[in-house]
């Protein structure tokens, strides 16, 4: 352990039969599950400028390891484990916080366009006092959440729907805990969404991203999903 902030990304193998596949159509399954792994890829890399924190890498399925040890290897990669993603997520951030850490930070994969600052403002936050710390999501789920301490209960909800947001928030005031709140994003699960990422790249030039950005140059994604 070389800091005390620990950054944790989620992460699956891109399966074209299980990852993104609300992106196809228009992109086929192939496509979608080559556009997330370009997604992933600029993902390690923004998580690899930031100084202050231990990298992780946290994957399903379990047998895909040397797939992402070979994509991460200045990373410690370990399996997800849990029955659903709300268990996942909180055995996952469990495991480092037991492991010494004071702070950890969990985001997920489909977001190239996050930037380190809004690492650093979560992890700021918690510094400052906060008890969780969550990015929110346009809908209505959230693309970071950081703790100082493992709270089960945040994260035993249902996840994946409109209401993951405000159910969590509601779970974190019935709790007592302090709550900061990052500025909205969005990620990338729809058509829609992916004309937004390449919108957003396309205004703001200052983001990297360069995967996803090499992978979109090769595309027209208006044809496609008009």
Same mark, same amino acid.
């Given at each position: 352990m070389?800091h005390p902030?620990?950054l944790?990304?989620?992460a699956?193998y891109?399966?074209?039969?299980?990852t993104?596949t609300r992106?196809?159509p228009p %992109?086929?399954r192939?496509d979608?599950?080559n556009?997330?792994t370009?997604?992933?890829?600029?993902?390690?890399?923004m998580?690899r400028?930031?100084?202050?924190?231990?990298l992780? %890498?946290?994957?399903t399925?379990p047998?895909a390891?040397s797939?992402?040890?070979?994509l991460?290897?200045?990373?410690?990669?370990?399996? !997800?484990t849990g029955?659903?993603?709300g268990?996942r997520?909180?055995?996952?951030?469990g495991?480092i916080? !037991?492991?010494?850490?004071k702070r $950890?930070?969990?985001?997920g994969?489909?977001?190239p +366009?996050? !930037?380190?600052?809004?690492?650093? $403002?979560?992890l700021?936050a918690?510094?400052d006092g $906060?008890?969780?710390?969550?990015?929110?999501?346009?809908?209505?789920?959230?693309?970071?959440?950081g703790v @100082?301490?493992? +709270?089960p209960?945040?994260f035993?909800?249902?996840?994946?729907?409109?209401?993951?947001l405000a159910r @969590?928030r509601q779970?974190?005031?019935q709790?007592g805990?302090?709550?900061k %709140?990052?500025?909205e994003?969005?990620?990338?699960d @729809?058509?829609s969404?992916?004309l !937004?990422?390449?919108n957003t790249? +396309?205004? +703001?030039?200052a983001i990297?991203?360069p995967?996803?950005?090499?992978?979109l $140059?090769?595309?027209n %994604?208006r044809?496609q999903?008009?």
């Open positions: 070389d902030d620990a944790i990304i989620f699956k891109p399966d074209p039969n299980h993104k992106l196809s %992109l086929s192939v979608a599950a556009l997330y370009n997604f992933l890829k600029d993902t390690l890399e998580a400028r930031l100084s202050r924190v231990d992780f %890498l946290a994957y399925p047998q390891e797939f992402f040890t070979d991460a290897p200045d990373m410690v990669c370990f399996p !997800q029955n659903d993603l268990e997520m909180h055995r996952a951030i495991h916080l !037991q492991s010494g850490f $950890a930070l969990l985001i994969s489909d977001l +366009h996050l !930037q380190e600052d809004a690492i650093l $403002a979560g700021n918690l510094q $906060a008890d969780v710390v969550l990015g929110p999501c346009e809908d209505g789920g959230y693309y970071l959440v @100082t301490e493992p +709270h209960e945040i035993s909800l249902p996840m994946s729907n409109p209401y993951v @969590t779970r974190i005031d709790l805990l302090r709550l %709140l990052l500025p994003n969005f990620d990338v @729809t058509c969404d992916l !937004q990422l390449e790249l +396309h205004i +703001h030039g990297p991203a995967h996803t950005r090499a992978w $140059a090769g595309k %994604l044809r999903s008009g």
